[in-house]
């Protein structure tokens, strides 16, 4: 996008900037307000949340609700999953250094991807693991592997692709299969979580770059749109469908349960896509055409 669409426009960081925020912002605080009204339905105490905080992370609690920037540093969120667009806006604020630095030589983008290991490297020692992962260093090499698969116009053969992606599908499966394994894969404070989570990373890249190369039509974008919504939104109902669990849990309930969670989450999920998310989609569109 930014060397197809927002090179060509005059003021080319503003475009690119504005067209950003106004991609997520809106979402983000639509979502976020459903998720204070949730938790107030189910009597769960907001505000008494950012009561307990101390005066430095109420300032960041209300700058990030507002910019994102620093959202994964808080102790309390809203919305859990937003942590993952705090490293997006992250990225953003990079990218265009980025991208001169690596536009003409795989050599260069190499050597990105050197510094990069190199910093996560210091950042692990520095914080000895409590922080590394709240930083865009953390993932700047999966950001940087995106970019030089662009760049070099990666492709697999079926036979790479979808070995890849059975190999993904038998390392979930064991995962899910044994107990001791579940657990670890569950509990992102283990070394075994992040090196699961790199391992089926590097399993799912074939089948992801591929599909880069494919062409979209209306009903692919309308599903990518509604998969940004369904990721955010679908922690604001596991509110709900954890506090029915826990008053009454038995075998008979859970399934139910589970299919109603599902069900909720992608009805609400394309309600605000018609309401919310593509009316600002179209007004952003139109705005970035109509930029020199």
């Known amino acids: ?3 197809k669409k927002y090179l060509l426009k005059e003021n080319t960081l503003k475009v690119f900037y504005v067209s950003r925020f106004w991609r997520i912002l809106p979402v983000f605080y639509a979502v976020t ?3 204070i009204l949730i938790n107030f339905l189910c009597h769960i105490p907001v505000i008494g949340e950012v009561q307990k905080l101390g005066f430095g ?7 990030s609700n507002v910019f994102l920037f620093g959202y994964n540093f808080l102790r309390y969120r809203i919305l859990v999953p937003a942590w993952s667009l705090d490293i997006e806006m992250q990225f953003y604020l990079i990218f265009p250094f980025l991208y001169f630095l690596t536009r003409k030589s795989v050599t260069r983008l190499t050597l990105v991807l050197g510094i990069t290991v190199v910093s996560y490297g210091a950042l692990l020692v520095l914080f000895e693991g409590h922080y590394h992962n709240k930083t865009l260093l953390s993932y700047l090499f999966l950001f940087i592997a995106g970019m030089y698969s662009y760049q070099t116009k990666v492709k697999f053969n079926n036979l790479v692709q979808y070995s890849s992606l059975l190999l993904f599908l038998i390392i979930v499966a064991v995962n ?16 075994y979580y992040h090196i699961l989570s790199l391992v089926l990373t590097i399993a799912a890249y074939p089948m992801v770059i591929n599909s880069v190369h494919k062409p979209s039509d209306n009903k692919d974008r309308i599903l990518g749109d509604l998969s940004f919504l369904v990721y955010l939104i679908h922690a604001v109902w596991l509110i709900v469908y954890e506090l029915l669990i826990g008053l009454n849990y038995t075998k008979y ?20 896509y018609k309401l919310v998310d593509r009316p600002s989609e179209l007004a952003r569109q139109k705005w970035v055409k109509g930029q020199l």
Do not use: H, W
């Open 1 to 3: 996008m930014y060397e």
């Open 33 to 35: 307000i459903f998720a």
């Open 57 to 63: 992370q109420k300032c960041l609690l209300y700058f």
């Open 176 to 191: 899910m299969v044994v107990p001791s394994m579940r657990n670890l894969s569950r509990d992102s404070n283990t070394q």
């Open 253 to 272: 309930t859970t399934i139910p349960l589970i299919a109603g969670f599902i069900a909720v989450t992608v009805i609400t999920s394309y309600i605000l």
